[in-house]
């Protein structure tokens, strides 16, 4: 999980820092007897300096501890899944009913999964659109869906790289 410091967090850590550092020039000058002006003039500058390395220090920490890890199959798949609801969800006419029917339906959610497994290592002999496609009878519901979805897949092949991480 990344943790990050918020603004509070580095004023707070800036009036504790300031504090420290006056009450260390304020022993100093107790021991001297004398108020030595140049060190008096570092309490302006000295806390903002330890704040700004402790930002740079966490940004670091950031970057070398929280490396993204990789996007997992199922993870792919519910992204594919999400896509695909999106522009099924552009048909007008589609009430929930349809979207409920079409969910509850195992064929074509086993075709959803073909066209996720088409998509993840292309087009083969024997798994490809035209296969897919001709599943289901032209003017239903799952054959306006799949139309689309096959549609989306196609696009989402083109940009590939761009879409997630394999």
């Given at each position: 999980m990344?943790r990050?410091?918020s603004l ?5 850590t800036?009036?504790i820092v300031?504090?420290v550092y006056?009450?260390y ?10 108020v030595?002006?140049?060190l008096?003039a570092?309490?302006?500058?000295m806390p ?5 390395l ?17 996007v ?10 999400e896509s695909a609801?999106?522009r ?5 006419g ?5 979207f409920r029917r079409?969910?509850?339906n195992?064929r074509f ?12 290592d ?11 496609s001709k599943?289901?009878?032209?003017n239903t519901n799952?054959?306006?869906a799949?139309?689309l979805?096959?549609e989306d897949?196609?696009?989402?092949m083109g940009?590939q ?6």
């Amino acid at each position: 999980m990344k943790r990050n410091r918020s603004l509070k967090s580095y004023i707070r850590t800036f009036i504790i820092v300031l504090g420290v550092y006056s009450l260390y020039l304020a022993v100093l000058f107790i021991r001297a007897n004398a108020v030595d002006y140049s060190l008096l003039a570092t309490i302006l500058y000295m806390p903002l300096i330890f704040i700004s390395l402790l930002y740079v220090m966490d940004l670091i920490m950031d970057k070398l501890m929280h490396k993204r890890k990789p996007v997992k199959k199922e993870d792919r798949y519910k992204v594919f899944l999400e896509s695909a609801a999106k522009r099924v969800n552009e048909i007008e006419g589609f009430s929930l009913e349809d979207f409920r029917r079409l969910r509850e339906n195992e064929r074509f959610q086993k075709t959803l999964h073909q066209c996720f497994t088409i998509y993840e290592d292309g087009e083969k002999d024997e798994l490809n659109f035209k296969y897919i496609s001709k599943k289901f009878k032209s003017n239903t519901n799952e054959s306006k869906a799949l139309e689309l979805v096959i549609e989306d897949t196609k696009k989402m092949m083109g940009n590939q790289g761009k879409d997630y991480q394999k």
